[in-house]
């Protein structure tokens, strides 16, 4: 009897050293599988740490794109759209509304970027994205998180054209860090759903629509006044 039990228990140990050891380690296939997945994992990376530019580019951009409130407060307003009621959206902020007719819009974009969503129920989305040094990550953190859940989304963005700029300040390094940091951003609003995006110009307006988006309580978009 126990040379029985004996005997079970060195073929099942034999067998189980066959399995282990009749099966080669492929690292090739395992390297390959690792590098897929870090190309997955760190699908967006931290947006500060991607986008980097001198400093004086960035200090151009911040100059351009208002350098805080005290700037943006001494330039013309422009009016809010017709109808309403309206919410403004201050710039590096975002608000929503779900299956709320309140209107959204923002103004001054210039250099910055203007997203905006709408999706089933009525609800919209938009957000007035910074193109200076000031954290995207936090920014782009607020707005999908607005958005979290929402049907059959549908993007827009207002991109500032760089062949519309007139401002001596935006150097062609300014102007392509611009460029680095549009092309970010509208990467990570494609993951939210179909967007569309529209040039517009980034050269100080003199018009009550000129670097202004809006999303009225009707979900309908309008960049510079017309619909995208």
Known sequence: MYFTKGLLTLLASTTLTTLVTSTP???????????????????????DDQVKGSADAWAALTQYCGGGSSKRDLEARAPQPPGGPWN????????????????LWTQNLKSCIGFGITAD???????????????????????????????????????????????SIM??????????????????????GHTRITLRSMAPGSGDTDNTMSIDGQNNVLINGNAP
Do not use: C
């Not at 590096?92 to 209107?103: E, K, R, Y």
């Not at 062609?172 to 990570?188: C, G, H, P, S, Y």
């Open 88 to 103: 403004e959206v201050k710039m590096g902020d975002s608000q929503a509304f779900a299956g709320i007719p309140i209107g």
């Open 121 to 167: 129920g009525g609800n919209h989305a938009l957000g007035h994205f910074t193109s200076d040094e000031s954290s995207k990550e936090s920014q782009w953190d607020k707005f999908s998180g607005l958005v979290n859940g929402w049907t059959n989304i549908q993007g827009y963005v207002s991109k500032p054209d760089r062949s519309t700029n007139v401002d």
């Open 171 to 192: 150097t062609d390094e300014a102007l392509d860090l611009m460029d680095k940091v549009t092309a970010q951003l509208i990467a990570r609003m494609n993951s939210l």
């Open 25 to 47: 380690i492929d690292s090739k296939a395992i390297a390959a599988r690792d590098a897929e997945a870090a190309k997955l994992a760190p699908r967006f990376q931290n947006f």
